[in-house]
């Protein structure tokens, strides 16, 4: 079922591959170089061999999170999922020195504000559109500042998820957002243009 989605979305999006007809040339870089970067690094075979019994959309994703974590080099790293194993290791491959702080959608309002009440900010965020996720985002952005950079995993899993991704999108607050169809990339700095940009990813 993944492999015929995947060829469906892949021919949706195909003018919207490696950075094509993007102007700005950051975004491209970070499409060329960060989402859509063919290198095969170091870790890959070593990850592949351990979790070898997930799925490959999650594989993919997970190279991803290794991708972006090697491009930011955070400290840290707060992730909202209900299995954060797999991020996790792939994350801290692409940097050593990233902490990973686990949110479970499980966890009350109260819970997951005795862990935002010790950060600072938040450098890199994944949040799974699970649980009361709503609630997790808006608590996030008030630790967001021009540095960070959120992921958003399932933004086309329901009806629910596309409308809150194009909240994103459409809102002021957001400059700069990359649709991934699997995920969506959000990031704060408000001295770029307003843009979201397609990518066949």
Sequence with gaps: MYKI???LVWLRRSRHSRGFGVQSPWAYRFIRYVIN????????GDL??????????????????FRISNYL????????????????????????RTHIYNVSPQMSGEEIDLVLDNL????????????????????SLRKAD??????????????????????????????????LYYC??????????KENYIVNF
């Design 184 to 193: 969506g990339i959000i990031f704060f700095d408000h001295k770029r243009y």
């Design 48 to 65: 592949k061999s351990k979790w070898k019994k997930r799925g490959k959309k999650e594989l993919k994703m997970c190279r991803l999170y």
């Design 146 to 179: 021009n540095k960070s950079l959120f992921v958003v995993e399932g933004i086309n899993k329901s009806k629910a998820t596309k409308a809150f991704w194009k909240e994103i999108v459409s809102s002021e607050r957001f400059p700069t957002t990359f649709d």
């Design 5 to 7: 989605r995947r060829a």
């Design 120 to 139: 600072e900010s938040i450098p890199f965020l994944r949040i799974t559109l699970q649980g009361d996720y709503r609630t997790m985002f808006e608590k």
């Design 37 to 44: 970067e063919h290198y095969p690094y170091y870790s890959y």
């Design 73 to 96: 080099q955070s400290p840290f790293a707060l992730d909202y999922s209900y299995s954060g194993d797999m991020f996790a290791d792939y994350v801290k491959s692409g940097c050593r």
